[in-house]
Each structure stands twice: as structure tokens, then as C-alpha cells.
């Protein structure tokens, strides 16, 4: 409980705290959080499944059951690494002596904890609509002017998709016990309510991630949000959805998967291709990530739909690893509009020569990003790819070209930022609190890429267990 | 029962006490006789008690003392919050109050009675006290029409309604209840005259409670209306008029559900619609209440339509939480006092007064239905108990959720926005009484949700 508790406090406490120590504040803040995860992690056994509330039955099936297994544990994990990751990019712009904002940012982790600790279907939906009011009031109140209509279309876009959870929600329960996940997983569905309820969940988390139909409202959102809730949504809201796929939707509706697989992955790897193109052609570097990131998790949500235990540990790695270069390239960006005041790629130029720390930092970034080996998006992607090829292998060759493409926009975006002619602006090189964000990141991604049988081994068992459990539910 | 008398006689004294031109001694008056009916209310729920031994008319039954507590408390909260404009009009600050306690009575008498006659009697004696109010801004022009619109209309319905009651007397020879549904229950061939009466009747019910067709009054009556009987209409006379509504359609006229539902659905679908897209393009603030009202009447007739045997409760717990976040907006709106009522003068509330703003904010989402304040645990009762009956309708109901979205956050980026209208130099006033109201309204919204487990 107190994983949950911890940031809760901290986002009253920051209302109150001074503002001068505010920065110092929130860094501590995270940490303390983290640690408490830490220390969750050393007494955890990955086979198990770790409550952290006790049992509550309410008498309209609401059970409060929240806890942890192995990929519970992983996200709040990550959650906490990307808060501070966050905080601490953060910590040298003005918005980090702001009362509010730090308190907002504490508020959304408490919530993102609680979507991954929720083991109980409305609580899960409770916590899950929960973060969306902090990002949207981050994204509001500090956001570039006149962002409202994109704001608004993305607040009804996600709220809308959330309805048609509640909706899918409501027809599992009407035949369920209670909202606890054990008893939601129990129901046995005809195929065609399963269809229903698994394309309620999947609307949800398709508007989320975003799929490709679905993607309207990401890039402006992505542009015209600060650079921190820019972060929070591509790091951290994403990822409930991804995680929502593997935990709700297809645990809860397995019987409709024989004949939607086919469907989720032509999407995943058509958002794929697509979102790859348009980042070819963006001119504007932080919508050239935006859609970048449209076009890696494609590949994830595909991988989530294949139902084995490669695929979905994959998930996991890719999804630590997407945050994290998220988190990177889009404090890189933030760094270049701030120092050079632009945006377009057109307008820069030549910054390697002026900030050549800067350069090498973004550099493995890049590298990191397009999954080259010794990155852990090089396992990631090499696993999902592996999982796709030989689900279908058309769809494989063409969700392969993911590795052309994504090099192609990224090292374009690099070439035409960091080498050419210098504009005669002055360009700052990193401070050390972005040094420090850089170093964390690319430590961490280097080590998972060496040695991603860690997290295999944390997350296998629990990936294990409820491929198990969906197993036994579909031979019934 | 007592409990009724304690109000009544509490609003009579009140009259009388304002003589000393001290308003102080009319509220506590007030205050004190709504506590102690509360409380005697609250003793009697393990023996309900009836008024005459030979002669049934009320009978406050668990459902019953449940609704009254809560039609107590908005009347409480709407008193205190309009304390401060009541003062102001030193010669009628005991009729204001009075007024509001009368309707109380009626609205009691409207949840707890047993036969027609009491129920038209406490219809009655809710609906004149609110015309009187409804006109009491006598200056303004808009007010008067309010006040006589209100009344025109109201005549007419409790006309239908009166007509409705004969014909169902002339089918079933009584006008108890029980009996009422033995005859309903124990035939299979109905004369022609009761299925009129009953229709009649639920008309005359939708259009008490703002339900498309009948809903043309409300946006007028509301935005005419002081803004504090605006919130009182939105939640005492809401919940009267659904808790007697459920009582008939819910448990007595059950007999013939297959007969009204089918109307009552289609009403349903069109109440949450016309409420919706006319919400849309409002830009007063009462008017957007008023049409966003209509939906939640579109929602909260779901209950009616339920055969859940909770449905009473996941009525009444429906209209509580809608009723909080009314009120709050009602006395926001009240302390921004802006002449023409834009939404516009919502702007950069946030920034002005911080908590004011918060507590905007959090109404607004609640009546959006946003987890977890109490609107939407409101919102998942009434809609999970409709669901294994009609999936439909609930696919419909959440449609509506989807497209109300917009303009509850379009509001809620005006409280929020940066930029005000007014000079920031104007500050808000606001008074002690205005903020326990507000800050009760806000525990409600934030921690209401916790009630659901004791519903049943």
C-alpha cells in the first residue's frame, strides 16, 4: 500500500513546499518512491502473486483487490525510474519550482501506480480514467498557447474509448461473481459476447496506445503539451493500454481471439508502415517523434495479441525500452527548441559542432532507437519481430521493414539537427542534470540490452502463470 | 411523521420570528427544525410509523426516510447557500425561508404517501411554494416569466395529472395504492380507462421532473428563476417527483410494465438526446444546466425502467450525487453574480479563487461521470442495473456520456483557462455560510462514492 500512499502525500505536500526548494523536493520525491518499489522488489518471489490491500467484497462486486506479480512489479517499477527520469530532465527548466505542477506529476504516478496494482475490473477503469485529468491540466495550464483544441480532442477521444471499456465491463460482470480479476477470468462467453467485449476493451486501448485508425489525436497533443506531460503520455499513459492488452482484455476474452488476432496485428503493423512514412516526411522534430512512437508501439500491440510466452515477455522489454528512449528523444527535442528556439527541422543545423556532448548523447539515442544490437530494443524488437514472422510471415516481412524505415526518420532527423552548416545561434551544451537523464538512460538501456534475461526471468513466471490460466479457459 | 410536523411548524414559526427583522433567528429557526426532523426521521427507521391507526395516508417506509434524509439535506444546503441573498431583503427573509421548508413538507408527502389523494395533496403543496419562488426576483422581467410559465405549465400538468387520477379511480374503484395494484394485478382484462389514467399520469410525471416532450419550461424556468431555487428545483423537486414516480411505476403499476415501458423507453432515448445536443451550443450558464438536467432526467428514467430490485435505491443514489454538484455549481455561479449569466464569467475562475475553481471543476466531471468522484458511481448503478435488460439502452445511455463530455470540459477549460474576463481587481465574495455549503458539496463529490456500499 504504501507504493500508492507514497506519491499521493507527495503531490499534497508539493501544494505547500516553498518554492525555491521545490526542485530539490520533487526530486527527492521520486526517489523515495522508487525506493519503496525497490524495496517491494527484494523480498519479491516472481512466481507469486504479492497482495498489497486486503480483500474488501463491497455489495455491487467491487472488491479492492490491488497487488503485484511479476509484470505488475515491472511496471511500477518503470513508472517510478520515469517519474524521476522526468523530474529530473525537468529540473533546469521554470516549470520546476511550480507548485502545482510537481504536485500534478505526483498525482499522475500515484495513479499510473494504481492502474498496474489493480486486480479488480472497476478499479482498474477508476485508476485508469484517473490519470487522465493530471495530464490534461499539466498539458492545459503549461502547454504551448492555444493548444485547447487539440486538448479537447484528446480528452474526448480517450474518455469516449474509456466508455466503451465501461461497457465491456459491464457485460463480463453481468455474469461474474464480482470485479475481481480471478472471478472476471472464471466467466465463460459465447464467442459472439466475447467479440463485443474484447472490442470494447480494444477501442479503449487502441485510442490510447495509439492504434492506427485511432492516432488522430496524438501528434498535436504530443507538439503542443510541455515537454514533461509530452513524456508522461508517450512513457507512461501508453503503456497502461499496452499492459491493459496483456492483463484485461484478452484474459477476460480469450474466446475472441481466434478470430481477432488477425485483425489487432494487420492494425498494429499498418500504424506500423504508415506512421513510419508520415515520420519521414515531418518537418517538425517533435511531431517526427510523435509519430515515431506511433510506429513502434504498433509493433508491441501486435506482439501483445500473440499469445506466447516470447511474444509477451518481448512486450515487456519493449515497453521498458520505448519509455525509456521516449523519455530521451523527447528531452532531446525539448533541448533544442529551448536553446535554439525552432522546431524545424529546416531551420537547424550544425549543433554537433557547438554542443558535441549534446550530439553524443542523442547519438545513442538514435542508435538506441532504430534497436541496434548491445540496446534493448534490439532484443525487443527482435523477439516480436520473430513472433509476427512466424504468426504470418507476409505480415512479417512487412512489419520487418519497421528496422528500414525508423532508421531512415531518425537518422534524418539526427542529420539535419546535429551536422551542416552551424546557424550562427548560440547553442548551449548539456547541463548536468540533462547529463545525468542522459547517463540513466543509456546506462539502463545498454545493461538490459547486454543482459535482458533479467527481465525475462522477473516477468516469465507471471507470463507464465496467466498464458497457463488462458489456456485452461479456452480448452473448457 | 413527526418529522413532518417539525418542518411544517418550523416554516410557520419562522414566518413569525422574522419579525424581529433578525435574520439570524429565522435560519437558526430553520436550521434547527430541519436537523430535528432529520434525526426523528432517522429514529424511526427500524418502526415505521403511519399517520392516523385507522386511516394509512403516509407511510415512511425505509425507502421513504431514505429519500427525505436527502431531500433534507439539499433543502439545508439550499437555505444556507442562499442566506446571504435572503438577508438582503430584511422584510422577506422569513417568507424565503418558509417557503422552502413548505415545499419540503410537500416533497415528504410526495415520497412517503399511500394513496392518490395524499399524493395530489403533497404535489400541491410542494409545486405553489416553488411558483411563489420562482418569481421572487420581482425586478426582473425574466423572473416573473419564470414564476409564471412555471405556474401555466404546472396547472396544466397537475390538470392531466388530476384527469389521469380520475380515470384510474373509475377503472379500479379506489385510490389506495394496494388496492390500486390488487385490481391491476388480479385481472387480465383492464378497462380501457386505466390504461388512459396511466398514461395520462406519466405524462403529467415527465413533465414534473423535465423529461422531453415535456421539458420546453425548464431551460426558461431555470434561467429566470434566483439562482438558488434553480439549484432547489434541480435537487429537491427532482427527487420528489422521481421518488414518487418510482413508487407508482416502480412497484404498483408493475402489472402493466409491458403496457409503459415501451413508451417510457422511448421518452428515455429522446430526453437524453434533446438534453445533449441542445447542451451543446448553450452559452448561459443556467441554460446549460437546464439541458444538462434533461439528460441526467433521461438517465435517472433508466431506474424506472429497471426491474433490479435495487432500482429505488440506485434511483436515489443517482439523484444524490447529481444533486451536489448543482448545488455547488448553483452557488459558484451565485458568487460570480454576473447579470447576464454568460458561462463566459466562469473564465479564469481557477485562477481567481483556487478552490472555487476546484470545486467547479469537480462538479462539472462528476456530472460528466468521471471516476471517482460520485457522479460516476451515480452514473455505474443506474446503468449496470439496467444492463442485463436492455444492453441497448445502456450502449445509448453511454453514447449520450460520450457526447455530454464536450461540453462539461469545454466549461471545465473555461474554469481553468488562464485569461479572465473580469478584472482581476474585482475579488469574489464569498460568505461563511456559502463556503460550508460548497465545502460539503465537495466532500460529497469527492468521497460520496463511499455511500454505494451501504445502499441495499
Not at chain 1, 248 to 254: D, E, S, T
Amino acid at each position: 500500500m504504501e507504493i500508492l500512499l507514497i506519491p499521493c502525500l507527495f503531490a499534497l505536500i508539493a501544494l505547500v513546499v516553498p518554492s525555491n526548494f521545490m526542485r530539490q523536493f520533487s526530486l527527492v520525491g521520486s526517489l523515495v518512491s522508487l525506493a519503496a518499489a525497490c524495496i517491494r522488489v527484494s523480498s519479491f518471489n516472481s512466481t507469486k502473486f504479492e497482495a498489497i490491500t486486503s480483500e474488501h467484497v463491497t455489495n455491487f462486486g467491487l472488491t479492492f483487490k490491488m497487488g503485484y506479480d511479476g509484470m505488475s512489479l515491472f511496471m511500477i517499477i518503470l513508472t517510478n525510474v520515469i517519474t524521476f527520469l522526468i523530474l529530473l530532465s525537468n529540473y533546469n527548466r521554470e516549470l520546476s519550482s511550480n507548485r502545482t505542477f510537481t504536485s500534478l506529476v505526483f498525482f499522475m504516478q500515484a495513479a499510473l501506480l494504481g492502474v498496474f496494482a489493480s486486480f479488480d475490473g472497476l478499479l482498474f477503469y477508476i485508476f485508469w480514467e484517473l490519470t487522465l485529468i493530471p495530464v490534461f491540466l499539466i498539458a492545459l495550464w503549461f502547454g504551448a498557447p492555444g493548444n485547447k483544441a487539440a486538448l479537447m480532442k484528446f480528452f474526448i477521444y480517450t474518455f469516449v474509448g474509456s466508455l466503451a471499456m465501461l461497457l465491456s465491463l459491464f457485460a463480463i460482470k453481468s455474469s461474474a461473481a464480482s470485479f475481481s480479476h480471478a472471478d472476471l477470468m472464471a466467466v465463460e462467453l459465447t464467442a459472439k459476447s466475447a467479440y463485443w467485449i474484447f472490442g470494447g476493451f480494444f477501442i479503449a486501448f487502441a485510442i490510447k496506445i495509439p492504434l492506427f485508425p485511432f492516432h488522430m489525436w496524438q501528434p498535436d497533443t504530443y507538439t503542443t503539451s510541455p515537454m514533461a506531460g509530452t513524456m508522461l503520455l508517450s512513457a507512461l499513459m501508453l503503456k497502461m493500454a499496452l499492459y491493459g492488452m496483456i492483463r484485461w482484455m484478452i484474459p477476460l476474452a480469450p474466446e475472441a481471439l481466434a478470430e481477432m488476432t488477425y485483425p489487432v496485428v494487420l492494425l498494429g503493423i499498418i500504424g506500423v508502415v504508415y506512421a513510419g512514412v508520415l515520420a519521414i516526411k515531418q518537418n517538425d522534430i517533435k511531431r517526427l517523434f510523435a509519430f515515431a512512437s506511433i510506429s513502434h508501439v504498433g509493433l508491441i500491440a501486435a506482439g501483445a495479441v500473440l499469445i506466447n510466452h516470447d511474444n509477451w515477455t518481448a512486450v515487456f522489454i519493449q515497453m521498458g525500452n520505448h519509455s525509456l528512449v521516449a523519455v530521451g528523444l523527447f528531452l532531446a527535442a525539448d533541448i533544442i527548441e529551448q536553446r535554439s528556439g525552432k522546431r524545424t527541422l529546416s531551420d537547424l543545423g550544425g549543433i554537433a559542432k557547438v554542443a558535441p556532448r549534446f550530439a553524443f548523447m542523442f547519438g545513442a539515442l538514435v542508435l538506441a532507437s532504430i534497436s541496434v544490437p548491445l540496446s534493448s530494443g534490439f532484443i525487443g524488437e527482435f523477439l516480436l519481430l520473430k513472433g509476427v514472422f512466424s504468426y504470418n510471415w507476409m505480415i512479417g516481412v512487412i512489419a520487418g521493414t519497421t528496422l528500414i524505415v525508423g532508421a531512415v526518420y531518425t537518422l534524418r532527423a539526427y542529420q539535419l539537427s546535429m551536422y551542416g552548416a552551424p546557424k550562427p545561434a548560440p547553442f548551449a551544451d548539456l547541463r548536468p542534470n540533462e547529463w545525468l537523464a542522459f547517463l540513466i538512460i543509456m546506462l539502463l538501456i545498454v545493461s538490459f540490452g547486454v543482459f535482458p534475461q533479467s527481465i525475462i526471468n522477473f516477468v516469465g513466471p507471471s507470463v507464465n502463470n496467466l498464458i497457463e490460466s488462458i489456456n485452461n479457459t479456452l480448452v473448457k | 411523521m413527526d418529522a413532518l410536523i417539525v418542518i411544517f411548524l418550523s416554516g410557520l414559526i419562522s414566518l413569525f420570528v422574522a419579525f424581529a427583522k433578525k435574520p439570524v433567528y429565522v435560519l437558526a429557526t430553520a436550521s434547527v427544525g430541519l436537523v430535528t426532523a432529520a434525526v426523528l426521521l432517522m429514529n424511526q427507521w427500524n418502526t415505521p410509523c403511519t399517520l392516523f391507526s385507522s386511516y394509512r395516508g403516509l407511510d415512511f417506509n425505509h425507502s421513504a426516510i431514505a429519500y427525505s434524509l436527502v431531500a433534507i439535506l439539499f433543502t439545508f444546503l439550499s437555505v444556507l447557500a442562499g442566506y446571504k441573498s435572503f438577508k438582503e431583503e430584511l422584510e422577506h427573509t422569513g417568507d424565503y425561508v418558509a417557503l422552502y421548508l413548505f415545499s419540503l413538507t410537500g416533497a415528504m408527502i410526495m415520497l412517503s404517501f399511500t394513496d392518490m389523494f395524499m399524493f395530489f395533496l403533497g404535489l400541491e403543496i410542494l409545486s405553489i411554494p416553488i411558483y411563489i419562488l420562482a418569481g421572487t426576483k420581482r425586478k426582473d422581467i425574466k423572473s416573473s416569466e419564470a414564476s409564471l410559465k412555471y405556474f401555466l405549465m404546472g396547472a396544466f400538468a397537475t390538470g392531466i395529472l388530476l384527469f389521469g387520477i380520475a380515470w384510474i379511480y373509475g377503472a379500479t374503484k379506489s385510490f389506495n395504492l394496494n388496492e390500486i395494484a390488487m385490481v391491476i394485478n388480479g385481472e387480465q382484462n383492464h378497462s380501457s380507462l386505466l390504461f388512459i389514467g396511466i398514461l395520462l399520469m406519466m405524462s403529467a410525471f415527465l413533465f414534473k421532473v423535465g423529461a422531453a416532450p415535456f421539458h420546453f419550461w425548464s431551460p426558461d424556468v431555470y434561467e429566470g428563476s434566483p439562482n438558488i431555487v434553480t439549484g432547489f428545483m434541480a435537487s429537491v423537486v427532482k427527487l420528489a417527483a422521481f421518488g414518487a414516480f418510482m413508487k407508482l411505476f416502480g412497484m404498483y403499476f408493475t402489472g402493466l410494465y409491458d403496457f409503459w415501458a415501451p413508451a417510457l423507453m422511448c421518452m428515455a432515448i429522446v430526453t437524453m438526446f434533446v438534453g445533449n445536443l441542445s447542451a451543446l451550443t448553450q452559452v448561459k450558464f443556467k441554460r446549460l444546466l437546464a439541458y444538462s438536467s434533461i439528460t441526467h432526467v433521461g438517465y435517472a428514467l433508466l431506474t424506472i425502467l429497471s426491474k433490479d430490485l435495487m432500482n429505488e435505491m440506485n434511483l436515489l443514489f443517482y439523484l444524490f450525487s447529481y444533486g451536489f454538484s448543482v448545488i455547488a455549481l448553483i452557488v459558484i455561479s451565485m458568487i460570480l453574480n454576473d447579470e447576464e449569466d454568460r458561462l463566459e464569467s466562469f473564465k479564469g475562475l481557477a485562477k481567481r479563487n483556487p478552490i472555487l475553481g476546484f470545486i467547479a471543476v469537480l462538479s462539472l466531471l462528476s456530472l460528466a461521470g468521471v471516476p471517482p468522484l460520485v457522479g460516476f458511481f451515480g452514473k455505474y448503478l443506474v446503468f449496470s442495473s439496467v444492463f442485463a435488460q436492455y444492453p441497448t439502452l445502456v450502449i445509448i445511455a453511454i453514447i449520450n456520456s460520450g457526447i455530454g463530455i464536450y461540453y462539461y470540459l469545454k466549461t471545465v477549460m473555461t474554469v481553468v483557462s488562464k485569461d479572465q474576463l473580469a478584472e482581476p481587481t474585482v475579488t469574489l465574495s464569498v460568505s461563511l455560510l456559502q463556503w460550508v455549503v460548497l465545502l460539503l458539496c465537495a466532500v460529497g463529490l469527492l468521497f460520496g462514492g463511499c455511500f454505494i456500499q451501504y445502499l441495499g
